[in-house]
């Protein structure tokens, strides 16, 4: 059962509408044209490059500490231990959507679940991150990462089944970690600033690195299609530190991992549009674009105009307000908000979001102004 909410849900429909399948374009992208009439979502429709009804937003870690409601749940769970309780799960997924009338809802859960799933002993520590507990930097250190299959997340399957249901037209978004941040975070063993011994490895032994980012792509990319194959309507593959790298380097070492992982999701599902995000990556945006995706989100670091500029017209965009601004004065705020939105009329198709995750210190009632505005213009 749900843990009753006083609130209803914007679109309380409890049967979503059949979704038609387009076929993509040859370059994996969806042609405009390929926007059904009935697909109703002002998400889906910008994700297509086609008109939306209005300008769709919704927020990265909408999810999460900055809801009171959130932290009520919360109380004396471990995180990954909540990623694991269905009933929490939908309830923690559910409470931004109910709160602003987001656009859309992203699954609650987190890049590294995957990982503890398939046996690797990795945790979440507040205030700190994820914490490897044997860092893998040996070629006998790959045998800890066997593939992914369903049957290690049940409780994903059964979560994203029931929160389709609750969700009615309001789509779900379904995501992973790409597969350089997820090796960061195994290699270094926790959150690291420089990512050294990231690159040491990579730079190093560039056989061991392909071999260890080969094997995350299948794990992410298999993430991916258990949570489409249970309803999800898009997903977002979030390579949150790749900005560490130089374009050169991202398109040897990194590129062919990432298209592997947006591969397997897009062949399975080839309806489920693909983001691609990743903090600080201005100058990587086209060859991020070019390993897979329909859409790709924008940091704030970057105009949003020039970002798709950069991707062309064959990409829809998503961003990238800086969370920063969410403590700045209403008018600062509200003078950004109308300028993105006006920067993403510029572009093929835009989503708004922020540059990066929701602060935990945000105030709610910002995001619900800021989600109004935008759904004003
Ligand atoms: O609302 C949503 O966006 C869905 C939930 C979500 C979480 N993690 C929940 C979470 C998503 C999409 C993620 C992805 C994730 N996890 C990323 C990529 C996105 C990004 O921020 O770049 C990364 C790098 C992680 C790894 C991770 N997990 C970090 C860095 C942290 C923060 C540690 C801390 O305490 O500051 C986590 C923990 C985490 N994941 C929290 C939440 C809500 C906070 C833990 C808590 O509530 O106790």
Not at 267 to 276: C, Q
Not at 297 to 319: M, N
Request: charged fraction near 20%; aromatic fraction near 6%; glycine fraction near 8%.
């Amino acid at each position: 059962m749900l843990v009753s909410s006083p609130v209803e849900l914007p679109v309380p429909s409890p049967v979503p509408s059949p979704v038609p399948s387009p076929v993509p374009s040859p370059g994996g992208s969806f042609a405009p044209s390929d926007v059904s009439p009935s697909v109703t979502s002002p998400f889906l429709q910008a994700c297509r490059r086609g008109p939306a009804a209005h300008v769709p937003v919704w927020f990265m870690r909408q999810a999460g500490r900055s809801l009171p409601e959130y932290r009520a749940l919360r109380e004396g769970v471990p995180m990954l231990e909540s990623c694991r309780r269905p009933e929490l799960i939908t309830e923690i997924t559910l409470q931004p959507v109910r709160r602003y009338g987001v656009d859309a809802a992203i699954f609650f859960s987190d890049i590294v679940l995957p990982l503890a799933a398939i046996g690797v002993g990795i945790d979440i520590v507040a205030g700190v991150g994820p914490v490897v507990a044997e860092p893998v930097r040996s070629r006998a250190d790959l045998d800890r990462l066997p593939p992914l299959e369903a049957s290690h997340v049940p409780y994903v399957t059964e979560a994203v089944r029931a929160l389709v249901a609750e969700l009615g037209e309001t789509p779900l978004i379904g995501f992973a970690g790409a597969p350089f941040t997820l090796a960061s975070y195994l290699v270094e063993g926790g959150p690291s600033r420089d990512l050294t011994r990231t690159k040491a490895l990579m730079y190093g032994d560039p056989e061991l690195w392909a071999e260890l980012l080969d094997r995350l792509a299948v794990i992410s990319g298999e993430f991916l299609r258990v949570q489409a194959a249970a309803g999800a309507r898009a997903v977002q593959l979030f390579d949150s530190w790749v900005g560490a790298l130089p374009a050169r380097d991202y398109r040897t070492y990194v590129r062919s991992a990432s298209a592997r992982a947006l591969g397997l999701v897009g062949e399975s599902h080839p309806d489920v549009p693909r983001i691609h995000f990743g903090v600080g990556t201005g100058e990587l945006l086209c060859d991020m674009a070019s390993a897979g995706t329909e859409v790709i989100g924008v940091d704030f670091r970057i105009p949003l105009d020039e970002a798709s500029r950069r991707v062309g017209p064959d990409h829809a965009v998503q961003g990238n307000l800086d969370p920063a601004l969410l403590f700045a004065p209403w008018p600062v705020l509200a003078e950004r908000v109308r300028e993105t939105v006006e920067a993403g009329r510029r572009t093929p198709g835009h989503i708004v979001n922020l540059g990066h995750g929701v602060p935990p210190a945000a105030d709610p009632d910002v995001l619900a102004r800021v989600v109004d505005l935008v759904h004003s213009l």
